[in-house]
């Protein structure tokens, strides 16, 4: 039972991960579309950051408890539970691409405006800056393998993703915490 639950906080930290990036993503792209609104939605965000894993993961518990209840759960011999917290996963990273997307077409417009100074070179310097700090605030380089299956990449994607992935956090509390000076 105690491996289970470990494995079940497990399974809902790296859900909730992906949730608080998509809430991140969010706030963002709020902010850049709904310049003056005096509504910061923070209630929202948080029932999104740690309400929607914990009703996946109540779920997955009860499906694993239903379908599979072999082991302490670390394998997943039928594809059902299983899929009951990849999905949610998959969407969080496909919308949070989206808003990535959006975000940075708000940028370019902003970047061509005529208000904008500087030459051609400059404006895709700045974008190109802001681009590559948004990456790991958002996660995007979990697109890369979200949509392909598990047992035809899985090499790749782990040492792709923890090269990436376990470097996320520490890149963005440099890029957003200690070399802001507002911070």
Known sequence: VGCKAILVFFQYGVMANFYWLLVEGLYLHILLVLIFSPNRHFT??????????????????????????????????????????R?????????????????????????RSPDVGGNDQSQYKRLAKSTLLLIPLFGVHYTVFALFPDRSSNNYQIIFELCLGSFQGLIVAVLYCFLNSEV
Request: hydrophobic content about 55%; some cysteine.
């Open 44 to 85: 929202i965000y948080l029932l999104i950051g740690w309400g929607i894993p914990t009703i996946f993961i109540i779920t997955w518990t009860v499906t694993r408890i239903i379908l599979e209840d072999t082991g302490c759960w670390d394998t997943n011999e039928h594809g059902g539970p299983w899929w009951v917290i």
């Open 87 to 111: 999905i949610p996963i998959l969407i969080s990273i496909i919308v949070n691409f989206i808003l990535f997307i959006s975000i940075i077409r708000i940028l370019l417009q902003k970047l």
